[in-house]
C-alpha cells in the first residue's frame, strides 16, 4: 500500500530551490511529490502538522564512527543511525576505522546492509583509503565502491606517504568519489593528547602543535591540485589551515572541508580540570582558531557541517587523561548547538546552514537528497526553532555518553525526522 506523508503548515527552508516560504509538502511513493500551499489531504495520507516548526531536507553527517564490527560497547550500526535519526540527521556516513577495517567489499557490503535492516537514518560506508587502514597498499577502490562505499579514507590513521595519497587522488577520480582525509603528521604530533600551548603546559600534558595538521593540510590540497582529484578535508581546527584552504579553493582546487560543532564552539580551555570528555583530535585550540573556524563556515570556506561522532564507554573516558581515547558524541547536539549559538544570534543565516547540513554534504559526496525538488527522495527533517532544552546524556539514544556539552541550554529541537516516506523518528 502506497505510504502518503502530508506535512502542513511548516516554515519549508530548501536552499537548493531558493524556498523560505510557509508551505505544504507532500510525500508519496518514498519520492517528494509536491510543495504548495493548501495541499488537501490525500485519503489515507498521515498528516504531520508542523505549524511553528521549520522543514528541510533531510539533514546529512558524513563524519560519523558506528564503531561496529568490534566495538559494539561504544555503538552500534543500529544504535547510531537511530541516534542520528534523533538528532535530525536522515543520512549518515559511516567511518571504515572499525575491527576489522572496512576494506573489502565484504565488510562495505556488511555496514550498508546493517545500515538498511536498521531501519532509521541512511548509512552509507566509507571505504579505507588503504589495506589494513596501514599506509601502505591502495585498497581495490572500484570493488569497494561497487560494493556501496560512497568515498575512501583512512581517518583516524593519517595518510603519511604523499605518494600513496596521490595515487589514491587518482584513481578515485575513475569512480567519480571524493578522498576524506584527517589531516595529521604524526612526526610532529606523536604522544600529543591535547593542543600545544600554555594550557597544555599548566596541565603537564604533551600537546599536538598546529603544524601538525597544517604541513598535512597544505600537501593534501597540493596533491588534489596536481592530480585533479576530489580532497574531503576533516575537522579543520586551526588558523592557517582555513587560509590554505580559502587560498586553494580560489585556484580552483577541488577541495571541500568540514567544520565540527565543537571546534567551533571550544577551546583548549574546555580540558582544564582535565577534562577527558574534552579529549579530541585534531584537539580544540586556542581563540585565534576558533574564530577561523567560525569565519570559514560563515563564509563556505568549510561548507560542510559534519559532527565527527566519536562514542566511547564511560570506563573508556574516566582513564587518566593520556590514557582516555580520544572524541565526543555530536549526533544529538549538533542541530541544537549550532542553530542557538549561530542562526538565533545572527551570525548566520537558517538558509545557510540547512545549506551546510544538507545540499552540501550531499554534493560533497554524491549522495542522493540534499533537497525537497519533486522527484527527490523522501527524506525530511522538522524541527522546533523555539523548544528549549538541556543537553542531558541520559536521554541519548546512542549507547554512549562522552559529550563536553551536557547542561548547556539550547534553543532548536528536532521533532520528526522522514526517511524515504516514512516517519523514522519522532519525539516522545
Not at 543520512?91 to 556488511?110: E, L, Y
Not at 559526496?365 to 523522501?378: H, S
Request: contains cysteine; proline residues 6%.
Amino acid at each position: 500500500m502506497e505510504r502518503i506523508i502530508l506535512i502542513r503548515g511548516g516554515r519549508v527552508v530548501d536552499p537548493s530551490q531558493g524556498v523560505d516560504d510557509t508551505v505544504d509538502l507532500l510525500l508519496a511513493e518514498g519520492k517528494v511529490a509536491r510543495l504548495a500551499q493548501g495541499i488537501d489531504a490525500p485519503e489515507g495520507a498521515e498528516v504531520v502538522d508542523a505549524a511553528g516548526s521549520i522543514v528541510t531536507p533531510g539533514l546529512m553527517d558524513v563524519h560519523v564512527h558506528l564503531r561496529e564490527p568490534g566495538g559494539e560497547h561504544k555503538e552500534t550500526i543500529a544504535s547510531g543511525a537511530r541516534a542520528a535519526a534523533a538528532g535530525g540527521f536522515t543520512t549518515i556516513c559511516a567511518m571504515p576505522n572499525t575491527d576489522p577495517v572496512i576494506d573489502s567489499p565484504a565488510t562495505v557490503g556488511f555496514v550498508a546492509a546493517a545500515g538498511r535492516e536498521a531501519g532509521a537514518a541512511r548509512v552509507y560506508p566509507l571505504g579505507a583509503l588503504s589495506i589494513g587502514q596501514e599506509g601502505e597498499r591502495l585498497t581495490e577502490i572500484g570493488e569497494l565502491v561497487e560494493a556501496g562505499a560512497v568515498g575512501i579514507t583512512d581517518d583516524g590513521n593519517p595518510v603519511m606517504d604523499s605518494g600513496l595519497m596521490r595515487l589514491a587522488l587518482d584513481y578515485a577520480q575513475a569512480f567519480e568519489i571524493p578522498v576524506a582525509d584527517h589531516c595529521e603528521d604524526l612526526g610532529l604530533s606523536h604522544g600529543g593528547v591535547m593542543n600545544e600551548g600554555v594550557v597544555s603546559a599548566r596541565l603537564g600534558l604533551k600537546g599536538k602543535p598546529n603544524a601538525s595538521e597544517d604541513v598535512h593540510t597544505v600537501r593534501d590540497l597540493l596533491l588534489a591540485e596536481l592530480t585533479g582529484g576530489r580532497i574531503h578535508l576533516q575537522h579543520v581546527s586551526t588558523w592557517y589551515g582555513v587560509q590554505a584552504i580559502r587560498r586553494a579553493k580560489a585556484r580552483g582546487v577541488r577541495v571541500t572541508a568540514e567544520a565540527t560543532p565543537h571546534h567551533l564552539l571550544l577551546t583548549e580551555d574546555a580540558v582544564d580540570g582535565y577534562r577527558t570528555d574534552a579529549k579530541m583530535n585534531p584537539p580544540l585550540r586556542t581563540n585565534r582558531d576558533v574564530e577561523a573556524v567560525q569565519e570559514g563556515f560563515l563564509d563556505g570556506t568549510l561548507d560542510v557541517l559534519a559532527t565527527d561522532h566519536a562514542p566511547h564507554h564511560y570506563d573508556e573516558k574516566e582513564q587518566a587523561f593520556d590514557d582516555a581515547p580520544f572524541g565526543i558524541v555530536g549526533l544529538e547536539t549538533a542541530l541544537g548547538l549550532v542553530h542557538t549559538h549561530f542562526v538565533r544570534t545572527g551570525k548566520l543565516e537558517l538558509s545557510t546552514l540547512v545549506e551546510r547540513m544538507s545540499r552540501a554534504p550531499a554534493e560533497a559526496f554524491g549522495l542522493p537528497g540534499g533537497t525537497l525538488e519533486p522527484g527527490a527522495p523522501a527524506d525530511v527533517t522538522v524541527f522546533d526553532p523555539q523548544e528549549e532544552w538541556v543537553v542531558d546524556p541520559t536521554e541519548f539514544l546512542s549507547l554512549s555518553r562522552n559529550t563536553p556539552f551536557t547542561g548547556e541550554r539550547l534553543t532548536g529541537r528536532p521533532q520528526v525526522t522522514i526517511v524515504g516516506g516514512r516517519v523514522v523518528w519522532r519525539r516522545g
